[in-house]
């Protein structure tokens, strides 16, 4: 069994993945409401981190209660990227991972920068994780 790695660690853009909303709550802010707005929002971006390891990828929530869900790469039954066209262009996206272990979908986070670089690195994982399990 080869050493862990982390290969990415990420949490969700605040601007690139609603940049409308961003630029709303920003000028709120000029008349006081929008800053209870943007600290609640920038607390829940900040306290979600994707991480993806040559081993197996987690989704920690959460920042005074917290929430861990890890899949296992050797276990990885499926994985969704999921992009609106503004997303596309702003470079961020939605990533869902669901596992053999599981009917349903385990990781499930919106707003992430490069999504098409988190789902390749899985994709190529997995397969050397079945590969080793073959073996």
């Keep these: ?10 949490s969700p853009a605040m ?9 709303l709550t ?14 609640v929002w920038y ?10 390891t040559n081993l197996r990828t987690r989704l920690h929530r959460g920042w005074l209660s917290r929430s861990i869900t890890e899949v296992w790469h050797s276990d990885v039954r499926n994985v969704q990227l999921d992009q609106t066209l503004l997303q596309r262009m702003l ?3 939605r990533i869902a991972v669901s596992s053999s ?3 349903g979908i ?5 707003g992430l920068p490069d999504p ?11 397969v050397a994780a079945q590969d080793d399990d073959d073996e």
Excluded at 2 to 8: G, K, Q, V
Excluded at 106 to 110: A, G, R
């Design 1 to 10: 069994m080869s050493e862990e790695e982390e290969l990415y660690v990420a």
């Design 15 to 23: 601007f690139r993945n609603h940049p409308i909303a961003y630029i």
């Design 26 to 39: 920003l000028i709120l802010c000029l008349v006081g409401v929008g800053i209870i707005i943007w600290v």
């Design 43 to 52: 607390i829940r971006s900040r306290s979600t981190e994707l991480t993806v």
């Design 91 to 93: 470079g961020t996206g």
């Design 101 to 103: 272990g599981q009917s």
């Design 106 to 110: 385990e990781i499930d986070v919106n």
């Design 116 to 126: 098409d670089k988190i789902k390749t690195l899985i994709d190529s994982h997995r």
